[in-house]
């Protein structure tokens, strides 16, 4: 059980930390802790000993940091939201409890994280279909991107769900061919490529992600799911030239859609200089980099970054607030807790015993990595701004479900391997309900 102990110790300190933070953020705001503060404390304490006791029960050998690093960035994103719009927070609250529901239903559901490749073509055609509802007349524009779907009262991202689908696909497509798209039996000159009939889903995936692009405005989204494939394929093959080939494929899309599309155009032109429309489509980069200025090294104090109003902080720029309450140092502790969660998907995949797994858990955290970076470097004017969220702290329901249900195939995966590892090396295995 030392794993779980571990695990139990770094939650306390998690509650103490968003504890602390929620705090201080009402007495930065009002002069007064937040209303409802205590029973906020209390059911917080409660709500994170029950998770650590479903970890107990359904992942027992899981890698002990996983939900923690989880738990201080959704904790902290609420902090954030809290401080923005209180109405939202509630909100917030309540996706966070979903959250860990669909989190808690996948581990007991989920045995044994090999058994998604058997249903691989199912779970891809499922992704597919996923990106492709906001082309119908379910989907809804917000924002001036197509990413959103509509039933009745209910308004959800599929493309937070569709990653993940994606993710599993392609590892067992390239588990099932890697072999082949490892080998260069074509080439021009020095230049040795895969058979063509093998490179489809490459340039599937090059397509999808124009798509995305052109019709949806969604730039981020684009970006990350060709990312994904990319990735996975040169872990598969172990050839560098694909990386390559994936990034003069994309580059090349997006000269293309630049060239085509005003929307394109716009970001572009927005993010090489914001100030020459300050008060019109530069505004919202402007007041973001006017806020995290205005943070220094130390921030303004939790609850203290009034003067500077960013227009849908809680979602597309929450960073920037984070960065403006908190400084350089806050940001910057931010930035090393993503690190943290996908070095340690990252070991789990190394750790790995088999090939679908080893790539699932690199996709996995691939997809968290650079979701990451895609928004922090939007906000930070690295690149043009896209409409995707800071995975567990921006605000939505649909991004905190796909996040927890991230993590929890990337605990599964872990546990898997633990548990393992630990029968092969004659030691005991704690018992759970992953025993079943």
Excluded: C
């Excluded at 300190?13 to 029973?39: C, D, K, M, Q, R």
Aim: proline content about 4%.
């Amino acid at each position: 059980m030392g794993r779980r102990n571990t695990e139990l110790g770094l939650l306390a300190l998690v509650a103490v930390f968003v504890i602390a933070a929620h705090l201080l953020a009402g007495l930065g705001l009002n002069g007064v802790a937040p209303e409802g503060f205590v029973a906020f404390a209390v059911g917080l304490v409660g709500f994170l000993a029950v998770v650590n006791l479903v970890m107990r029960w359904l992942a027992p050998q899981a890698d002990p940091t996983f939900v923690p690093l989880a738990g201080v960035l959704n904790g902290l994103g609420y902090v954030m939201i809290a401080r923005i719009d209180p109405e939202l927070a509630g909100l917030q609250m309540m996706w966070t409890v979903l959250g860990v529901g669909l989190f808690t239903g996948v581990l007991a559901v989920l045995r044994n994280s090999r058994n998604l490749s058997t249903y691989r073509w199912t779970i891809g055609l499922f992704g597919l279909v996923l990106i492709a509802l906001p082309f119908t007349p379910l989907g809804t524009t917000v924002g001036g991107a197509r990413i959103w779907v509509s039933f009745g009262p209910v308004t959800f991202q599929p493309g937070e769900f569709a990653k993940v689908a994606l993710a599993v696909f392609f590892a067992a497509y390239l588990v099932e061919k890697r072999e082949l798209l490892a080998m260069g039996s074509w080439g021009v000159g020095r230049l040795r490529i895969p058979d063509p009939k093998h490179l489809g889903p490459v340039l599937v995936a090059w397509g999808v992600s124009l798509l995305v692009m052109m019709y949806q405005t969604d730039l981020g989204s684009s970006l990350l799911f060709f990312a994904l494939f990319v990735v996975m394929l040169w872990v598969a093959t172990a050839r560098a030239s694909y990386l390559a080939v994936g990034g003069t494929l994309f580059a090349a899309g997006a000269v293309f859609a630049w060239s085509t599309f005003d929307h394109v155009q716009r970001r572009v032109r927005v993010w090489l200089d914001p100030w020459e429309d300050v008060t019109g489509e530069g505004y919202q980069i402007a007041q973001s980099t006017f806020a995290i200025a205005d943070g220094g090294m130390v921030g303004t104090g939790l609850g203290q970054s009034g003067q500077v109003a960013i227009p849908v902080a809680e979602t597309d720029f929450i960073f920037a607030v984070i960065a403006q309450e908190l400084g350089l140092f806050g940001a910057t502790a931010v930035l090393v807790a993503f690190l943290l969660l996908v070095g340690t998907g990252l070991r789990t995949a190394v750790r790995a015993d088999n090939p679908f797994d080893t790539l699932l858990a690199t996709g996995l955290s691939a997809l968290v990595g650079v979701q990451a970076f895609i928004i922090v470097a939007g906000v930070t004017r690295v690149l043009p701004l896209t409409g995707i969220t800071l995975p567990f702290v921006s605000y939505g329901g649909s991004s905190l479900l796909g996040s927890w249900l991230l993590v929890a195939l990337l605990v599964r995966i872990s546990d898997g391997n633990n548990r393992r590892a630990a029968q092969r090396d004659g030691q005991p295995v704690v018992a759970g309900r992953a025993d079943a």
